[in-house]
């Protein structure tokens, strides 16, 4: 049975197919006035070259008329890498266009307009001033050629615009972060995106370079989900630097108050798995807060278009339907089973065969693991499908409809650990063994002190460090005589488990944790004292960083685990619909009075 990945990515147009011959929308489409100052600074390079052939066609005096039309070049070159230049959208491009524009009239006034120069001198100079207003109309009230804004109260943020009073991302915040007088400037948050500057004192909420721009800076993802998978999956690329947007209905999904709760009932499982992300709150049973969905849609930028759901049966949150107002759209759909059908991750547990392969070997009921384990794999599944996507997508312009199941999940990491291999082969089921390793050497002991330990033995070098540090070298090497057996190979040991490790019980039993960990130091010998979670010492850990959650207080988080320029300290979980007003604000332009009447028909929350 060959494996495959869990997902399917269709390439998908504006109506979720692509027939013959057609191409998909790109990703990105430059805006129309960066098409128009294009063509004008094309324009202008044409007539500059013209100007330059009736120069040389008119000549009289060599040596001027070589300056002329060496001045005549350069101009047209300019004005082409210009052009080319706003295309790109390079910061210079504006400038330079403004330069052009505004010394194209007198050139070509000093032309006089007469003779063969009236045609193309009435055409430089109109061209330029044209130039030069088109220039200033599109900088907008960023005050910046080039740089598009569709509304004067709001300003570009990576890939989308915002309200000028709006709360900043961590990525503008981390731009403001620095450092003054050599010592490191840090940004403390209070949950809402609201910011200030402050010198750190302790543990703090990020502490980032000024230059360390995130990995994911500039994607924005608009996550319509609930529970595990989904929210993990965006809780993953937030904390990689992604403007994650998670919009709920109104007055929450029904993972909303899902346990473990703090003591003022705020629900410690939702506000951990949405961390840094900003919320929003939409009226899904009206038309015009379904409507509202693809207009955030349609408005997130060349680095948005990316919708991250486990929402099942909506049709106006399927793939089709919001690929009709963005043809490059990546969707990606989280389901039970491939073919739609319902799942959770404890029935399809259930069904894969790892709960009776679980537990001591005497049980004969099955036994269920407690960390939701297709869950968090589908997540992190989902977060690499959609860079895979996005990645697609810049190169080709074209969107994606990805199928996520989370019983494929499952079935995909028990074919890739070989378990479906196995069974296939061998035809018979691997034997329930307790704590022990299968095909090594790994198990539980009880210390004198009342404790476990876990000890495992990968490698010829870990037994053999695992015997000199228990003093059993000399009776592991007769044993192996007596046995007819190489402990130095994973068989051997793990076939001999049960000899081997009764021969290592006293050795632990008769030693406290404490002198365990004095006797195994130095050694290559891989162990672990069992741990309650209230047993954690997490203070000092790099991973943690304090954060003050509302709802719940002050408490120690974990930011992303990749260690890497970038990525983002963990910051709080938002009130539930706290950023509605300011996307609808920053991505639509709506205005207050706007806002207003949408919360007074319940559009929004």
């Known amino acids: 049975m060959a494996d495959r990945m869990p997902w399917d990515i269709t390439a998908a147009g504006a109506d979720g197919e692509k027939a013959d011959g057609e191409t998909a929308a790109p990703a990105a489409r430059p805006r129309p006035g960066r098409h128009l100052i294009a063509v004008i600074l094309i324009g202008a390079a044409v007539l500059d070259l013209t100007r330059c052939g009736l120069v040389l066609a008119a000549a009289r005096h060599p040596a001027p ?3 002329l039309a060496a001045a005549g070049l350069a101009a047209a070159v300019l004005s082409m890498r210009t052009a080319r230049g706003y295309q790109a959208g390079r910061r210079w491009a504006g400038s330079a266009a403004l330069l052009i524009g505004a010394t194209s009239a007198p050139q070509a006034a000093m032309s006089g307009f007469h003779g063969p120069y009236t045609i193309p001198d009435t055409a430089t100079a109109a061209l330029g001033v044209l130039l030069a207003v088109a220039v200033l109309a599109t900088a907008g009230a960023a005050g910046q050629p080039g740089q598009y804004t569709e509304n004067p109260c709001t300003h570009r943020q990576g890939s989308h615009l915002v309200p000028r009073n709006a709360p900043r991302p961590a990525a503008a915040r981390r731009a403001q972060a620095g450092t003054a007088r050599g010592r490191t400037v840090v940004v403390k948050t209070n949950g809402h995106g609201l910011g200030q500057l402050d010198e750190p004192a302790g543990r703090t909420l990020m502490s980032e370079p000024v230059n360390a721009t995130a990995p994911l800076d500039g994607l924005t993802v608009l996550e319509v989900s609930s529970f595990v998978a989904a929210p993990l999956g965006g809780l993953t690329l937030a904390q990689l630097g992604a ?8 007055g929450g999904g029904a993972d909303l108050s899902r346990w473990p709760l703090a003591p003022s009932g705020t629900s410690l499982y939702w506000t951990s798995l949405n961390k840094g992300k900003r919320s929003v709150t939409l009226n899904f049973r009206d038309a015009d807060g379904r409507r509202l969905l693809g ?5 997130s930028g060349p680095g948005g278009g990316i919708v991250l759901t486990n929402a099942a049966g909506q ?3 399927a793939h089709p339907a919001l690929a009709r ?3 490059d759209l990546i969707h990606l759909q989280i389901q039970g089973y491939r073919d739609g059908r319902a799942a959770v991750d404890y029935t399809v547990n259930a069904e894969t065969g790892f709960p009776l392969i679980t537990g001591p070997e005497d049980l004969a009921g099955p036994v269920n693991h407690v960390l939701p384990a297709w869950d968090v794999t589908c997540g992190l599944y989902a977060a690499v499908g959609l860079l895979a996507a996005e990645r697609r997508r810049q190169r080709t312009g074209e969107g994606s409809a990805i199928t996520l199941a989370l019983a494929d999940v499952a079935l995909a990491v028990a074919g890739h650990l070989g378990f479906l291999a196995e069974a296939q082969v061998t035809r018979t089921d ?30 010829r070098r870990h037994f053999a460090d695992l015997a000199a540090a228990t003093g059993l070298s000399g009776t592991f090497t007769e044993l192996e005589r007596l046995l007819g057996a190489d402990f130095g190979q994973d068989g051997d040991r793990y076939r001999h488990r049960e000899v081997i490790t009764a021969l290592l019980e006293p050795w632990f039993a008769g030693r406290t944790v404490a002198e365990v960990e004095r006797d195994l130091a130095g050694t290559s010998v891989l162990w672990s004292r ?12 790099p991973l943690l960083a304090q954060i003050t959650q509302p709802g719940v207080g002050p408490l120690l988080a974990p930011g992303s685990p990749l260690a890497m320029d970038g990525t983002r300290g963990p910051s709080p979980a938002p009130l539930l619909g706290a950023d509605t007003a300011a996307v609808l604000t920053g991505l639509l ?7 207003r009447a949408l919360s007074e028909r319940g559009i929004i929350g």
């Open 65 to 67: 008329t070589a300056g």
């Open 243 to 250: 403007d994650v947007i998670r919009i709920d209905p109104v």
């Open 295 to 299: 207009e955030l849609l349609a408005a």
């Open 315 to 317: 049709e106006w949150l």
């Open 325 to 327: 107002v963005r043809p």
């Open 430 to 459: 691997r034997p329930r063994i307790g704590n022990h390793l299968y095909g090594g050497l790994a198990r539980d002991f009880r210390t004198a002190d009342g404790e476990r330990v876990m000890v495992v033995a990968l490698t």
């Open 530 to 541: 069992y741990r309650r979670f209230t047993d954690l010492d997490l203070t000092g850990n």
């Open 589 to 595: 332009g709506l205005s207050a009075d706007e806002i």
